[in-house]
């Protein structure tokens, strides 16, 4: 299957895209941005890598008329996990937050918790492919994202806001001037999931106060997430909420130590040579 077969996207205006893995049918199947710059475009998170998100990028012209022009395409996971960073080896320039640039320099299918089946994949990629082959490739960052970096791409600004509790290293990229919040698995309109590997509900809690704060200030009008659809500040501020407001309970406390054990356990057994 080709990479034009593979993907799809959807023109959101203002060098905005939407990209989505057509034959990855699961709820883990994330959303792909890609957003154009006068001087940098950027990706924000890139799948399982299956297929050439590149090759897809430049075949439908989605970098404009004259791409050369520009620095190299920047690729950011806005964290490690395995529906998010997959075709990070595809690209020259890759950034993540520095709690995980050794989990994708390893290779840690452990820690970028790679779970995937057989009946996600309605087409498969190429003649005899398993879903048990798969893993994430080992892929060394050039960019070690901080809180509070800034990634200029000449006519808007990114700002990475360090937001851990999903994973260690989640962040959110933040354009302060268009209101818009790149928001990965930090916050998206379904529940929220703090019972993997390295998750901490402790710091959920506190990067979803936050996400309160930065809608109580008028920061965020749009949150384009790393699943599902985007939504606007009035929905973030109730999931957020909800979230503070059940994370600290005894059942929710339960809920968590159960799942944790059990994704563990079976992450564990799909990653036998992890060093975890």
């Known amino acids: 299957m080709s ?14 895209f939407w990209i989505q893995e057509r034959f990855y049918q699961s709820d883990n199947r994330a959303n792909i941005w890609l957003l154009r710059g006068s001087h940098q475009d950027v990706v924000i998170d890139t799948g399982l890598g299956l297929r050439s ?10 970098l404009g008329k004259d791409p050369q022009r520009k620095n190299p395409l920047l690729a950011i996971a806005t964290h490690a996990h395995f529906d998010h960073s997959g075709g990070l080896h595809q690209f020259q320039q890759v950034g993540v937050h520095s709690a995980e640039v050794d989990a994708l320099a390893n290779g840690d299918n452990f820690e970028t918790v790679t779970w995937l089946s057989d009946r996600e994949i309605a087409e498969r990629p190429s003649p005899g492919w398993r879903a048990r082959n798969y893993k994430v490739k080992a892929v060394q960052p050039t960019h070690i994202l901080q809180e509070g970096d800034v990634i200029n791409l000449g ?53 979803c106060e936050r996400l309160v704060g930065l809608v109580d200030s008028e920061q965020v009008d749009q949150v384009l997430p790393g699943h599902y659809n985007t939504f606007g500040a009035k929905r973030l501020h109730r999931i957020a909420s909800t979230y503070i407001s059940r994370a600290g309970t005894c059942p929710a406390k339960f809920s968590t130590l159960t799942w944790r054990t059990l994704a563990g356990f079976a992450l564990r057994m799909s990653n036998p040579h992890c060093a975890c």
């Open 3 to 16: 990479a034009a077969d593979w993907y799809a996207h959807k023109s959101l205006g203002d060098g905005l």
């Open 53 to 62: 998100l590149p090759d897809y990028i430049d075949s439908k012209g989605l």
């Open 155 to 207: 006519d808007r600004q990114l700002t990475v806001l360090h937001m851990p509790g999903h994973s260690r290293g989640s962040i959110c990229l933040h354009d302060h001037d268009n209101k818009l919040l790149f928001s990965g698995d930090v916050v998206y309109d379904g529940s929220m999931i703090d019972w993997l590997p390295y998750s901490q509900v402790s710091d959920y809690i506190s990067s």
